[in-house]
């Protein structure tokens, strides 16, 4: 009965855990939290935030499956494809999560219910876009009482939307540095002086830390609130995070179609010989794009029919593909920023609460085109480094593209003295890859002089 | 970091926060009430009679 897993990342909440029983990912509701659940069931609540694509879809199931004592019901909620963390996403991404935090905690206080935690942690990618994965995240409003997850919304998601604001950079990173939010007294130090000329970013960020600096060690256990005040703080961020933006990198779209333009018959080939890959290849569902740049190559995968993760290390391309997949709400390409040579390691308690990216991206095809070259060149790897991480990643089958060494991008990535790899050339790339490959395909790409090869895992 | 800085839970100086932005964001919306009554008036009239033409 009791032969269950309880998920590495579901310790915190002492409303319930999430496990794993026979493959299958279930929430367990505790006795503690049943005060809470049944007004968030009762109200309406639940119904109202899954109708309307803010809360993931679940089912309750009156059984207890993992034995425990304090059970009250579990729910089987809807899987995610895949988990990401905001430190894989770029700004327009983390910007709509704060604003799905806010209003999801706007519209719960209509239903008698507050937000208890506000942290993108429990915001993933489901169907084409965001959606909080807690269920469990809310409790009965007490009016009386100010929120409780103020300091941590300003810190997991103002914080870092204003220094990427104010400084026009992509600052993901600082994410995985600090993944409990980058602390307020922090952000004052970094932002710009120009930023306190804005009345919400001083009221949340300057004047939050000046006074939490001044009534450190004094203790507030009487402080009157209500929920007009309430709404006034959160109308005030949802005022400031709508207006930050991050500029459009001309340079990015413009080498886009400087290539496409270039080189016409390179990408109409190279596509060409993609779709039809992937329409001979049978019983293929997921797919992985690594340094898929603006997702050209991702969007095609997914108009045939696979669940494609875009991949890129660019946190501008990355950017530009989820403004492109929201707007044009396309449901089955996730964006992520990753980097092969780099990826965003585990973290947390036991290393396994947020979990390896290497772990989350296997699929059945991956994809790796016009990549090796970068991997070789600005990361010194080598082609079985490669082979080997491909074969980690990839269930059945990967296209590849070699990139030979006199190709302008390879000379240009050399243009500084660097000595090529020895070992770089083709024969040496189809060694190391024939020893976890099986060779099932190769065809040159116009021109180009580059080749794109489909193997497919050997057992 | 101060050592006695681990033991202060950082949501309970938060509360003190919240209750002084809130006051202060209710003098701000007041004001930015105040001002789109102020723009309402004086640019409906003229909205009505280039509707009107």
Known sequence: ?459 | MAPDFLYIDPGSGSFLVQAIIAAALGVAFFFRNIMGWIKSFFIKPFKKKEKNN
Request: proline fraction near 5%.
């Open chain 1, 1 to 459: 009965m009791s032969n269950f897993r309880q998920h590495p990342s579901s310790f915190r909440d002492e409303a319930g855990f999430v496990f794993l029983k026979d493959d299958i990912l279930y929430r367990q509701v505790n006795q503690l939290y049943a005060p809470h659940y049944q007004r968030a069931v009762t109200s309406g609540f639940y119904q109202f935030a899954i109708e309307n694509n803010l809360l993931i879809p679940h089912l309750e199931l009156q059984e207890n499956l993992t034995g425990t004592d304090n059970w009250y019901t579990t729910l089987k909620p809807e899987p995610v494809q895949t988990i990401s963390y905001p430190y894989e996403w770029p700004f327009d991404m983390l910007k709509d999560a704060a604003l799905l935090t806010l209003r999801l905690t706007k519209e719960a206080l209509r239903y008698g219910l507050i937000l208890k935690d506000a942290t993108p942690y429990n915001i993933q990618w489901f169907k084409g876009q965001l959606i909080f994965i807690d269920t469990l995240s809310f409790e009965n409003y007490q009016p009386e009482r100010p929120w409780n997850a103020y300091r941590q919304f300003c810190e997991q998601f103002l914080s870092p939307l204003l220094l990427m604001h104010y400084h026009q950079t992509f600052l993901h990173p600082l994410m995985l540095a600090w993944p409990e939010g980058i602390p307020i007294e922090l952000t004052k130090k970094l932002l710009p002086f120009r930023s306190r000329f804005s009345l919400h970013t001083w009221l949340h960020i300057f004047l939050q830390s000046h006074i939490s600096e001044k009534t450190r060690h004094k203790e507030f256990h009487k402080v009157a609130f209500s929920q007009k005040k309430l709404m006034r703080l959160l109308l005030s961020l949802e005022l400031l995070i709508e207006k930050l933006k991050i500029r459009d990198s001309e340079k990015h779209w413009s080498a886009y179609y400087h290539e496409a333009k270039e080189r016409g018959d390179y990408l109409k080939t190279k596509t060409a010989v993609l779709e039809s890959w992937i329409s001979k290849i049978q019983n293929i569902h997921t797919a992985t794009d690594l340094g898929c740049n603006t997702g050209e190559f991702s969007l095609r995968c997914a108009r045939k029919g696979l669940h494609t993760l875009a991949i890129d290390a660019d946190a501008a391309c990355i950017n530009l593909l989820y403004r492109k997949i929201k707007n044009e709400s396309i449901t089955s390409v996730q964006p992520l920023i990753g980097n092969a040579a780099f990826p965003s390691p585990g973290i947390g308690w036991q290393n396994k609460e947020r979990l390896p990216l290497l772990t989350r991206i296997i699929s059945d095809v991956t994809l790796a085109l016009a990549l090796i070259h970068h991997l070789a060149i600005s990361a010194n790897i080598r082609f079985r480094q490669m082979a080997e991480l491909f074969r980690k990643i990839c269930k059945r089958f990967l296209i590849i593209e070699f990139v030979p060494a006199d190709d302008e991008k390879t000379l240009w990535l050399l243009r500084h003295g660097k000595p090529l790899p020895e070992d770089y050339s083709e024969q040496h790339f189809l060694t190391a890859f024939q020893k976890h490959f099986k060779l099932e395909d190769s065809l040159p790409v116009a021109d180009s002089g580059r080749t794109l090869y489909l193997f497919s895992v050997t057992p």
